[in-house]
């Protein structure tokens, strides 16, 4: 997709300010981009790469700003997201849709743009509240699972709801490494401007890259803190399932051993040597089955005395 928006003039009869939005260009779109912008635009390998000179650059008048992983949260997916900021042109290259875009031009038409400058900001400022939420999301359902987790009830059912945990625990971590990439890569772009903005940025664009730094490196701090929470839950879910093997396994261990007794009783009984006298008695049919159901009664009364059971 290729979205050109001419935005409203600046001031003093300054030319217009020209907001190129590309959402997975085809290259003829991002062809026209580029004749548009009057530079060459990157295309989607040149913003995917990793090495800090590609993400962060100056093209004549130009600033090249990339994330190379971007988590686009409505997706649930990870790409590339790519800013190059002009002098009177903004271009922005996504892949997916941005959710902390939403009411953007209600903002425009309550507070036009003083420039690609001004523009880029509020779009970066937007971004980093979006992170914020996505952030406080993870918090609240990470503390809805940890109370899940420990104030569980035993059983099969609770077996069954701990491994979806463990799976929803994984995605949680997944979502929290990609929230990482994406905090770090802003606050390495932002780090730069903050010591090569030029001066088309404005007066006021110095102070509000310190409060976007300020503001990621609480963020990263809070995702940190998060990363860890996650890995102590996993550990805790994995040994909660390990305990509810470990209770089924003493089980059987118990079962296996109390099976012992009678198992050797009435095998010795069975064995039909003539000089058995046992066999003739009586009684000796009942005295056999108390015998083998004191066999039973005493292993178990014992592993219940030891706590066992």
Known sequence: MFECRTLAPAADGAPAVVWVDLCQPTPDELAQAS??????????????????????????????????RFQYEAEHVVGPLGFVVAPNVLVVQREHAIDALDGLDHDLGRR???????????????????????LESLESTMSEFSRAAFNRRKGRRATRQLEQMLHE?????????????????????????????????????????????????????????????????????????????????????VAS?????????????????????????????????????LSIVLPLLWFKRRGWL
Request: charged share 20%; glycine share 8%.
């Open 112 to 134: 036009p743009c003083s420039g690609p400058a001004d523009l880029f900001l509020r779009i970066i400022e937007r971004i980093v509240d979006r992170l914020a939420d996505l």
């Open 169 to 253: 625990v994984g995605q949680m971590g997944r979502r929290i490494g990609a929230l990482h990439n994406t905090l770090h890569g802003l606050l390495r772009m932002m780090n730069y401007l903050d010591e090569a903005a030029p001066a088309w940025f404005g007066v006021d664009a110095p102070r509000r890259i310190k409060l976007v730094i300020k503001d990621l490196a609480s963020l990263s701090e809070f995702e940190q803190q998060l990363g860890d929470r996650n890995e102590f839950l996993l550990d805790s879910v994995l040994g909660l399932i390990n305990m509810d093997q470990n209770e089924v396994m003493k089980v059987m261990a």
């Open 257 to 293: 051993v109390v099976g012992i007794p009678p198992t050797v009783l009435v095998g010795i009984w069975g064995m039909n040597f003539a000089a058995m006298p046992e066999l003739h008695w009586h009684f000796g049919y009942a005295i056999a089955l108390a015998v083998i159901g």
């Open 35 to 68: 004749q548009r912008a009057g530079f060459r635009i990157p295309d989607r390998a040149g913003i995917s790469e990793i090495e800090f000179s590609s993400r962060v650059r100056t093209e004549g008048a130009a600033l090249v700003l990339n994330l190379p």
